[in-house]
């Protein structure tokens, strides 16, 4: 099991930066992807942006060109540093950790791992 600890999440107002950090520990084998989900009120968990151990980089599109997100592998680590923050990225930001396991001599499976999610708060 992954556990998966965020920090940094507060108030800010729109405009403003903030950033977000999470650490992942306990029994890792090969995390091969972290990266940051958020969920508002009333609506569904969408991707804010995942970084995977390759290098690929991908970004929900509302966050394109003001976030960006930075992955540390030897530390099990992901941040998000978010920019030019606005009202609706008010959310609670989720940590998401994707770790790839086997059985044996069996195909590799993807296990997935969620933090308990830190608190954004946006004020004009």
């Known amino acids: 099991q992954v556990n998966l600890v965020e920090s940094g999440g507060g108030q800010v107002q729109t405009g403003g930066s903030l950033k977000l950090s999470c650490v992942a520990s306990?029994?890792?084998?090969?995390?091969?992807?972290m990266g940051w989900y958020r969920q508002a009120p009333g609506k569904q968990r969408e991707l804010v942006a995942t970084?995977?151990?390759?290098?690929?980089?991908d970004y929900g599109d509302s966050v394109k060109g003001r976030f960006t997100i930075s992955r540390n592998i030897a530390q099990n680590s992901v941040d998000l540093q978010m920019n030019e923050i606005q009202l609706d990225d008010s959310a609670v930001y989720y940590c998401?950790?994707?770790?790839?396991?086997?059985?044996?001599?069996?195909?590799?499976?993807?296990?997935?791992?969620w933090g308990q999610g830190t608190q954004v708060t946006v004020s004009s």
């Open positions: 970084a995977t151990s390759g290098g690929r980089i």
């Open positions: 306990g029994s890792i084998y090969r995390i091969n992807l």
């Open positions: 998401h950790a994707q770790q790839l396991l086997q059985r044996g001599a069996g195909p590799e499976y993807a296990v997935d791992s």
